[in-house]
């Protein structure tokens, strides 16, 4: 199904016009002639009939008048055949047998404008006391930028840990046939694809880096991670979800993540774990320090001759030293008021 979009039928507020003055006609039409039958002349009835039938039939063609605004679209059925579809805003007319056609109207996930309609219908319906069905929006089909959000995942990645992810994909429409007759809800459909292409996706990746991981599909380990590589990941999703709605004439802008973390479940362990690793890595970084400094103090000891040590002294000094440096808290001096030796 391909998109057909209606030409020169930007003409709703001439044939509103000309139907309403035609309505008028009929009007003065049935008056006049049913004033020329009271006056017994039967040329009233030739007048009176025509006009009776026209008044009748004369509301028909307004069925027609379709009024759209900026970015909005609307597919034309006919008898269940598809006719085309009205784009850009303006005052249209059409066929007046015709209707609109939209599966996903009533469909409301949580992206814009469906949220912003969710809470006017809500206010509607506890002020009148009942549960209201309202949607301004009718059969018209939005090609504004949406942005969807989708509820947050429990997906394990790539080592099996259990992370918790949600994203927002920012989408629009550009084929409004392949929307309505290829997908039974496009809406629907975009929201179920993009909750597989997620997990698809993270699964090939962990969430911090991690050895011997390959994430490219190059058979090289790499350190593409969930946590460190989030603009390439979101990209990854990206193509993801645009390979699976092509059909659906719908077209992904972007996709962000919007929130990642370990599950609940696991999520204390994999902070001690960050904290032990850091620790280390903290403690490494104090260790070399410390050697350097030692190092130093000998040398500077030996070339200025400052004091003669012999090796078990030295061995002692740097015991001492190192104690100091490394330690976690302030060393205590101890004055020798003795002889060295």
């Known amino acids: 199904m391909t998109e057909k979009v209606l030409q020169n039928k930007n003409n709703g507020m001439i044939v509103l016009i000309a139907d309403l003055a035609v309505l008028l006609a009929a009007i003065a039409g049935v008056v006049f002639g049913g004033i020329m039958l009271d006056g017994g002349k039967t040329v009233g009835l030739a007048l009176f009939i025509p006009a009776l039938l026209l008044l009748l039939i004369g509301w028909i063609p307004l069925l027609g008048l379709r009024v759209l605004k900026p970015q909005e679209a609307l597919v034309i059925t006919l008898f269940g055949k598809y006719v085309g579809t009205l784009k850009g805003d303006g005052f249209f007319w059409v066929n007046p047998f015709s209707g609109s056609f939209n599966p996903a109207a009533k469909t409301k996930l949580s992206q814009s ?18 549960s209201v069905n309202i949607d301004p929006m009718g059969n018209k089909i ?8 989708n509820s947050r995942q429990k997906i394990n990645d790539c080592l099996g840990n259990p992370v918790e992810i949600g994203i927002a994909v920012m989408w629009r429409v550009t084929d409004t046939a392949k929307a309505v007759f290829n997908v039974d809800n496009y809406k629907e459909f975009l929201s179920l694809q993009c909750d597989s292409a997620l997990r698809n996706v993270v699964r090939i990746y962990p969430y911090d880096v991690a050895p011997n991981v390959d994430t490219t599909g190059d ?28 059909d659906a004439g719908i077209e992904i802008l972007e996709a962000r993540i919007t929130y990642l973390a370990y599950a609940p479940e696991i999520a204390a362990v994999m902070l001690q774990r960050q904290q032990a690793s850091a620790i280390i890595d ?59 030796y």
């Open 113 to 130: 404008g469906d949220v912003k309609t969710a809470s006017l219908v809500s206010v509607a319906a506890s002020a009148a006391g009942a």
């Open 142 to 149: 939005s090609l504004k930028i949406m942005t969807l959000n």
């Open 219 to 246: 058979g090289v380990a790499d350190e593409g991670s969930l946590r460190g590589s989030s603009e390439v990941v979101a990209e990854r999703i990206r193509d993801e979800i645009q390979s699976r709605v092509l």
């Open 282 to 340: 903290a403690r490494k970084m104090i260790v070399d320090g410390a050697v350097g400094m030692v190092e130093m103090a000998l040398a500077r000891l030996s070339e200025n001759g400052t004091v003669q040590l012999d090796e078990e002294r030295k061995a002692a000094m740097v015991s001492n030293l190192l104690v100091v440096l490394c330690g976690n808290r302030d060393a205590q001096p101890v004055v020798n008021s003795g002889s060295l």
